[in-house]
């Protein structure tokens, strides 16, 4: 008994040794987007003085999240705002995580696949950089693992009280990713269908504990004529338009390097001509698709208590696709530990076969497998700290963004709001428009006049100020700007070109909603229109701007001694600024009378221009 604890001790320090290989390392260039840098600002609220958001980022359907992912993170900002000190921690904590999922393994099946489904998921490319992320979605095993813990020792052990920690969990898993919840009803009714025997007492303590983070969200959304309801009942308009069969190839991917071209995007040409051998070798893994299958099923007869985490697995992406759930990686995060195990059980089977050939084969692909796993994740990260960003999803790392924010705000180094204002400068300011969940979590709903302009005026003191661009930004588009607030937000711009930032954020909204672009001309003579932006812009010239659709089109002359009118145009009307003259004429491109809405297209664009000329 002691040698079998000695070596399951040895094996799992090996396993975490072994996953942090590349979760703590490269972190200069972890992917930091929109959704880290939220992460960040949200959970360090309490840092700086102000109260716990109310809730989290907001999710896929437009739906905030609950706060639980805010909790969790701050006892890691607490040591460091620094993120690649916070990536780090979430690598060194998912580590350990599927060291403790080896443990696990091991008394669900045997040690030999137990080591083998830990050691796939240590060196697993999609494992990695789902685990070493500043994002809720990378909090996922760490939850999943109360859960398959507490489902071993209720179905094995008979210990139910572990109903309160699996109860709990499954809340909190939901609320760390809402898409869980597929995953949690599965479970609950093959437990159901079972027959395995429910204590209430301790699903009811389970519930209650679960739904501790969720207060202030749910106190949130009742003080606030509940924002997430409006977006609850349109969630279904939220989901992928039609049904997509991709679905059913995450399980088969995530395990290995399927769709990684997702990641990569055009450098994965970059990643052939550099590694063509490694590139080429990635092939092998094809062969999981047949040994996944394989082992899901000598799994399910093998081990039969848990043999309904077989079909959890088989019927996720059936549920995914007929709630016509969008096709994404990270939606198979929560059981993706499971589908290693499966992985796990075909090699343990072809293993146990008294064949030599055939155990010196198994071995040989095991080993392969590893050795590409390991050989990819070196070219993968070689190329990310050469490049700095990738052309594929995975973006820009942290090592550009540091640069920008070092270089714009050293200025303000010696300000005691300094880390506040860093931590702020990591969210877009296309999250902070009023109307969006996000800032209703952040900002006042009512500012008075003196409010709003003592905001002004430090902004003009700290232009640059990240935390006060984005409380006037937010105060601005509390609903979606008119032309009222575009034409104040201008003259305030022309006076203190401070506002320059907000100014272009509210106007560039203004033009989304109405479906509109804006032209601007600042060489010599200055001007600037909006037109449709279904019309195209066909030349910038020094003399000559043509803005056209399928029928028509619309002349400025900016030239004041260019008085030609060419033959079929007619004359729309001259504008005066500053004593230099422009032009507008337009004409039918066909020389055929066109149909009432195209007229109405054609005078209405150029009353649009007329209307809108020169406001710059």
């Avoid at 232009?463 to 006037?472: A, F, G, H, K």
């Avoid at 029928?551 to 001259?574: A, D, H, Q, V």
């Avoid at 004429?585 to 109405?600: F, L, R, V």
Wanted: hydrophobic content about 50%; proline content about 5%.
């Amino acid at each position: 008994m002691k040698r079998n604890n000695f070596t399951t001790i040895i094996f799992f320090i090996i396993i975490v040794v072994f996953s942090l290989i590349f979760r703590i390392t490269n972190l200069d260039v972890i992917e930091f987007k929109a959704d880290e840098g939220v992460s960040i600002f949200l959970a360090s609220r309490p840092i700086f003085g102000h109260p716990f958001p109310p809730g989290a980022s907001v999710s896929s359907v437009g739906i905030l999240n609950s706060p639980l992912f805010n909790y969790a993170l701050l006892p890691i900002l607490l040591i460091s705002l620094y993120p690649p000190t916070i990536s780090f921690f979430i690598g060194l904590l998912n580590s350990i995580a599927i060291g403790v999922l080896f443990l696990i393994f091991k008394h669900i099946s045997n040690l030999s696949i137990a080591t083998m489904a830990a050691l796939l998921m240590a060196f697993s490319p999609w494992s990695i950089l789902f685990s070493r992320k500043i994002w809720n979605p990378d909090f996922l095993i760490i939850f999943f693992i109360p859960i398959l813990l507490s489902l071993y020792k209720i179905i094995i052990q008979k210990k139910y009280n572990y109903w309160l920690l699996f109860t709990a969990f499954s809340l909190f898993i939901i609320q760390i990713h809402l898409p869980s919840i597929f995953f949690i009803f599965l479970i609950l009714g093959m437990l159901i269908f079972s027959r395995t025997i429910f204590n209430f007492k301790y699903i009811l303590i389970g519930l209650l504990i679960g739904f501790l983070p969720m207060i202030p969200y749910l106190l949130f959304q009742f003080s606030n004529d509940c924002p997430d309801c409006r977006n609850l009942f349109s969630v279904d308009n939220r989901f992928a338009v039609n049904h997509s069969f991709s679905i059913f190839l995450r399980p088969l991917q995530i395990v290995n390097l399927g769709n990684f071209q997702y990641v990569l995007g055009d450098d994965m040409l970059t990643f052939a001509s550099k590694f063509p051998f490694i590139f080429q070798a990635k092939k092998i893994f094809y062969i999981e698709y047949l040994l996944l299958p394989l082992g899901a099923l000598l799994f399910y007869n093998k081990f039969k208590k848990f043999n309904f985490l077989v079909i959890v697995s088989f019927l996720l992406p059936i549920l995914y696709f007929l709630f016509r759930i969008e096709p994404l990686m990270h939606y198979f995060i929560a059981f993706s530990p499971l589908l290693f195990l499966f992985l796990a059980t075909a090699f343990y089977h072809l293993f146990s076969y008294k064949n030599n050939y055939l155990k010196i084969i198994t071995v040989c692909l095991f080993v392969s497998l590893i050795i590409e796993s390991l050989l990819f994740n070196f070219a993968f990260f070689n190329i990310l700290a050469e490049k700095k960003v990738l052309k594929g999803d995975y973006g820009t790392s942290f090592a550009i963004s540091e640069k920008t924010t070092k270089e714009k705000y050293k200025k303000y180094s010696n300000s005691p709001n300094y880390n506040e204002i860093i931590v702020s400068s990591y969210v877009p300011k296309k999250e902070m428009y009023g109307f969006l969940p996000f800032p209703k979590i952040i900002f006042s709903n009512s500012y008075s006049k003196e409010e709003i302009a003592s905001l002004e005026k430090q902004l003009i003191k700290m232009p640059d100020n990240d935390l006060i661009q984005m409380e006037l930004l937010a105060y601005y588009t509390k609903n979606f700007p008119d032309i009222r607030v575009v034409k104040l937000l201008r003259t305030k711009n022309k006076q203190n070109p401070e506002f320059n930032l907000i100014y272009e954020n509210v106007y560039s909204l203004y033009l989304e909603k109405n479906l509109r672009n804006a032209y601007s001309n600042d060489n010599g003579l200055k001007f600037s229109f909006e037109y449709p932006r279904h019309w195209k812009l066909k030349s910038n010239l020094s003399q000559n701007i043509i803005i056209e659709n399928d029928i028509n089109y619309i002349s400025i002359l900016t030239n004041p001694k260019y008085i030609e009118i060419n033959p079929g145009e007619k004359l729309f009307g001259e504008i005066k600024i500053n004593s230099n003259i422009y032009r507008i004429t337009y004409a039918n491109k066909k020389n055929s009378k066109t149909i009432i809405q195209e007229s109405k297209d054609l005078l209405s664009t150029l009353k649009m221009i007329a209307e809108s000329f020169g406001e710059e």
